[in-house]
T-cell receptor
Framework: ETGVTQTPRHLVMGMTNKKSLKCEQH?????MYWYKQSAKKPLELMFV???????ENNSVPSRFSPECPNSSHLFLHLHTLQPEDSALYLC???????????????FGAGTRLSVL | AQKITQTQPGMFVQEKEAVTLDCTYD???????LFWYKQPSSGEMIFLIY??????QNATEGRYSLNFQKARKSANLVISASQLGDSAMYFC?????????????FGTGTRLTVIP
């Protein structure tokens, strides 16, 4: 148990559906992340929130919309997805300090998303 | 250019033997951190071990040790006395201090299988 909980664990949705992924961290961290993990590709950073402000959006399509209402919760809202968006979506959190390389990211178990 | 390279897509090791998983990295930042994560089939990314670029000694955590060769830019993970539960994907990652929270770069991973 890493202290980062993701729900649901599995999700199947059609291309016209709207769904949301939820992440909650119980570690008192001040930064949260969404990653996409596709087969045989490195983890791709999608969004970063630090102190509840979005600081990074790595050119993610607008059909993915993040929300961070407070430092413990992170959502990823999904709409009109494509089959190539099927992947494992991982949430992580860390305690960020400026310029310090050791800020360890702790991950949840992920949501395995299938888009039909 | 790839920041992190893991050249072994798959490795096999006999139970109770030691195994080395390779990782090379590329950075011009003098301050950086190197991480290893384990991902079992359940999906959760589990933090294993950290090595800072200025650390004088190789990091160790229980059965895990990191063979850090700075001049060669390599950070190989050594698992001693392998157990069946060590079968998983293993990812090497790097963070450069100067760029802050959004730049944890991952390799493509190595799948380790422990043979009874």
């Amino acid at each position: 148990e890493t202290g980062v909980t993701q729900t649901p664990r599995h999700l199947v949705m059609g291309m016209t559906n709207k769904k949301s992924l939820k992440c909650e961290q119980h570690l008192g961290h001040n930064a949260m992340y969404w990653y996409k993990q596709s087969a045989k590709k490195p983890l791709e950073l999608m969004f970063v929130y630090s102190l509840e402000e979005r600081v990074e959006n790595n050119s993610v399509p607008s059909r993915f919309s993040p929300e961070c209402p407070n430092s413990s919760h992170l959502f990823l809202h999904l709409h009109t997805l494509q089959p190539e968006d099927s992947a494992l979506y991982l949430c992580a959190s860390s305690q960020e300090s400026q310029g310090l390389a050791k800020n360890i990211q702790y991950f949840g178990a992920g949501t395995r998303l299938s888009v039909l | 250019a790839q920041k992190i390279t893991q050249t072994q897509p798959g490795m096999f090791v006999q139970e109770k033997e030691a195994v080395t998983l390779d990782c090379t990295y590329d950075t011009s930042d003098p301050s950086y951190g190197l991480f290893w994560y384990k991902q079992p089939s359940s999906g959760e990314m589990i933090f294993l071990i950290y090595q800072g670029s200025y650390d004088q000694q190789n990091a160790t955590e229980g059965r895990y040790s990191l063979n850090f060769q700075k001049a060669r830019k390599s950070a190989n993970l050594v698992i001693s006395a392998s157990q069946l539960g060590d079968s998983a994907m293993y990812f090497c990652a790097m963070r450069e201090a100067k760029l802050g929270a959004n730049n944890l770069f991952f390799g493509t991973g190595t799948r380790l299988t422990v043979i009874p």
